[in-house]
């Protein structure tokens, strides 16, 4: 009887009909809701596509612009000079260095020839290093992480370049002249575990490879050249031998030095230990083992209680009480 008359009462009021509206409505904004999702996935989809394409065309045109920036570097004259960035560090460089370099071109709007090399460690050498600081650049080449860093240290830091080769010394030196840098010093003695002098092949410019003359070494009985080199002898110190002779106290070292970083290491053992550096180490294959060089460099500086971290062919390593 209730149940009877409350019925008639929804009736009277139309309840079943609102009732039958509003769940008519509730299905509809379903529809609406799960046609948005649709569209929104669509939309989605449809701006990703044209995301890519634009950085497809955007990357063509940076292969077509750094080809165009190789032929004219290729084509430009010896002794030219030129205004450019290498790892943003505006500089003017000898086109000797830049043909070298061509592969790592970058091509920006606003900088016309824009280098980066190396760039992962300028940057985090960059993160442990202030003005006043020194720097030991073991394999300084041509200065690509000795010149962004120069400006970095200010005119009371100092920076101490390791190049024996012979040609590369002249480009660098020539480089620094140039641009009167001065708070950069090369010194053309190699770095090993022992004084003396040795025998140093230095890569000639007309080997099939672009930046060999880059990749010159100390000789040693695993290194067979395949490319047409030159011989001399060079001077050979440690880090320990330079550090206490010129009473230097070195907040970072890098070392780049084909296959010879282990030796390196145990030449400046005291200066790791007293001066807790931080170092910055590009791994080859030991010349006198023929392993990667990391199977010794790794546990001599954790025993020394350094932090290791590797990414790609770069040792990074924070001394103790500074992690």
């Known amino acids: 009887m209730i149940n009877s008359l409350k019925l008639k009462i929804r009736r009277s009021l139309g309840l079943p009909e609102i009732q039958e509206r509003v769940e008519h409505l509730a299905r509809q904004n379903q529809e609406l809701r799960d046609l948005n999702q649709v569209l929104d996935a669509k939309l989605k989809d449809t701006l990703d596509y044209n995301h890519r394409i634009f950085n497809q065309i955007d990357q063509l045109l940076d292969q077509q612009k750094r080809q165009f920036l190789q032929e004219l570097i290729q084509q430009s004259k010896s002794g030219t000079i030129l205004n450019c960035s290498i790892n943003y560090c505006d500089i003017l460089a000898p086109i000797e260095l830049l043909k070298l370099y061509a592969h790592c071109i970058d091509p920006q709007p606003h900088q016309k020839l824009n280098f980066l090399i190396e ?5 985090w050498l960059s993160s442990h290093l202030n003005r006043g600081d020194t720097f030991l650049d073991v394999g300084a080449s041509f200065g690509t992480i000795s010149l962004p ?16 080769a012979q040609k590369t010394q002249k480009f660098l030196k020539q480089i620094l002249d ?3 840098i001065n ?13 003396g002098t040795a025998q140093f092949l230095e890569y000639t410019d007309t080997n099939p490879l672009a930046w060999a003359s880059d990749t010159s070494t100390l000789n040693a009985p695993t290194i067979k050249p395949d490319f ?10 440690t880090i320990d031998e330079f550090v206490n002779t010129y009473h ?12 010879f970083e282990f030796y390196a290491l145990q030449g400046g053992k005291q200066t790791l230990e007293t001066m807790l550096p931080y170092l910055c180490i590009d791994i ?9 060089a990391l199977v010794t460099v790794e546990p001599f500086l954790q025993s020394l209680g350094y932090s290791l971290t590797m990414k790609e062919h770069t040792l990074y390593a924070i001394p103790p009480e500074k992690t």
């Open 183 to 195: 708070n950069v010093s090369v010194i053309p003695s190699a770095i090993s575990d022992e004084l």
């Open 149 to 164: 860093l120069a400006n970095i240290l200010g005119e009371k830091g100092h920076i101490y370049a390791f190049e024996p």
């Open 178 to 180: 140039i641009n009167q």
């Open 228 to 237: 047409q080199h030159s011989s001399y002898d060079v001077q050979v110190t």
């Open 248 to 259: 230097l106290q070195p907040t970072a070292i890098k070392i780049d030095i084909e296959g």
């Open 284 to 292: 080859h294959t030991d010349v006198k083992t023929g392993k990667s």
């Open 119 to 123: 760039t992962h460690c300028v940057d």
